[in-house]
């Protein structure tokens, strides 16, 4: 069964620019995470996919972020304008409906310049 | 918002050496979770706690769920090169549909 995937798995980009994420759960996996992690801090929550449907958004930073998951597979996390302080491992995570303890991808490295 | 307290930030320690860490919060967590994250990778799930007092292991790892259930710890036995890594705790909260709320991490550094 292939993990949940990530790409890419690094970006650097300038200040001002736009970058987009992409994130391919495990199939079957309803249930799909963003999660962030800045330099030596916690790993945030930034927001829930149920399926298609935004189930909690309430860590997503501000509205330069959008996530979208078309079709309830895969989702992308665009970051419109880039600001310094994006810059950070983007994870993303998925599980089955009612389950705990879900499964990582290798994340995304953001560094914005 | 909630805030998950883990201590120590970083452990260097001799390979055979016993590790313990733990996290502490204000809030009451339903289910306790220890992953563990390799360079270049993202986090594995090394033990699932989900009630009070519950004490599990996982061959050299055992973790406990507090009774207050705002804390946890964690704890690796005979620690050997390869367990090398930032382990992080995480609580989920009831009704929360799964999000996670993440310590800040402890860096293992094993050395022979």
């Known amino acids: ?113 | 918002g909630q805030q998950l307290n883990q201590s120590p930030q970083s452990m260097f320690i001799q390979e055979g050496e016993d590790v313990s860490m733990n996290c502490t919060s204000s809030s009451i967590f339903n289910t306790w979770l220890w992953y563990k994250q390799d360079p270049g990778e993202g986090p594995v799930l090394l033990i699932a706690l989900y009630k009070a007092g519950e004490l599990t292991s996982n061959g050299r790892l055992t973790a406990q769920f507090g009774i207050t259930r705002k804390d946890s710890f964690l704890n690796i036995s005979a620690s050997i090169p390869s367990d090398v890594g930032i382990y992080f705790c995480a609580g989920q909260l009831h009704n929360s549909w799964g999000k996670l709320q993440f310590g800040a991490g402890t860096q293992v550094v094993v050395t022979p």
């Open chain 1, 1 to 113: 069964e292939a993990g949940v995937t990530q790409f890419p798995s690094h970006s650097v980009i300038e200040k001002g620019q736009t970058v987009t994420l992409r994130c391919d759960p495990i199939s079957g996996h309803d249930n799909l995470y963003w999660y962030r992690r800045v330099m030596g801090k916690e790993i945030k929550f930034l927001l829930h996919f149920v399926k298609e449907s935004k189930q909690d958004e309430s860590g997503m930073p501000n509205n330069r972020f959008l996530a979208e998951r078309t079709g309830g597979t895969y989702s992308t996390l665009k970051v419109q304008p880039a600001e310094l302080e994006d810059s950070g491992v983007y994870f993303c995570a998925s599980s089955q409906l009612w389950s705990t303890g879900y499964t990582f991808g290798s994340g995304t490295r953001l560094t914005v310049v």
